[in-house]
């Protein structure tokens, strides 16, 4: 009987044993869980935070070439309108090429301003004077304004740079 006896109290206790242990994985398992939900949730307040921290960025920079497209715009036809016969000669002039560099100085996220005329030819670029004879009537950012009175800052899809071959975006106004 004993022997019985001391199978059976083996028993209990390897079942409580068995229990003890299925409690403590489901414990841990859940834990685990909860740490991972937590973890996610983090990460996505955080990538949130960079989101909204990269778009105030981005717009003030958007800002930033705004104002000194406008003002370029604003010098460009005040030094055209003293001379209205010959506009296109004063946008060319070295007089403008020193303007759009002096402007360039202000814009560190930019590599270049350049003017182009009605007609989508390029009149002046900071990337050399006197400019080379480029047509950019094909591009969407002059068609945009061609075809619509935006007086905007249009954003150009990403094109390929006819003067260096490297992939760009065109801020116009």
């Excluded at 960025?57 to 016969?85: F, G």
């Excluded at 304004?145 to 390929?160: A, E, P, Q, T, W």
Aim: negative net charge; contains cysteine.
């Amino acid at each position: 009987m004993p022997i019985v006896h001391a199978q059976s109290n083996f028993h209990k206790l390897f079942f409580v044993a068995i229990g003890f242990t299925c409690t403590a994985v489901v414990s841990i398992g859940l834990t685990i869980w909860w740490l991972r939900s937590e973890a996610i949730a983090e990460a996505s307040k955080d990538s949130n935070n960079f989101a909204i921290m990269l778009a105030e960025q981005i717009e003030n920079s958007i800002q930033s070439i705004d104002l000194v497209l406008s003002e370029i715009k604003a010098q460009a036809e005040s030094r055209s309108a003293r001379t209205s016969n010959e506009s296109d000669r004063v946008l060319r002039d070295e007089g403008t090429y020193k303007l759009l560099i002096e402007r360039l100085s202000h814009l560190q996220q930019a590599e270049r301003i350049a003017l182009v005329n009605e007609d989508g030819r390029l009149v002046n670029t900071t990337q050399q004077w006197p400019s080379p004879e480029i047509d950019l009537s094909d591009r969407d950012h002059f068609q945009h304004f061609k075809n619509s009175d935006d007086h905007g800052v249009y954003i150009s899809n990403l094109l390929v740079d006819r003067i260096k071959g490297t992939q760009i975006v065109y801020f116009s106004k």
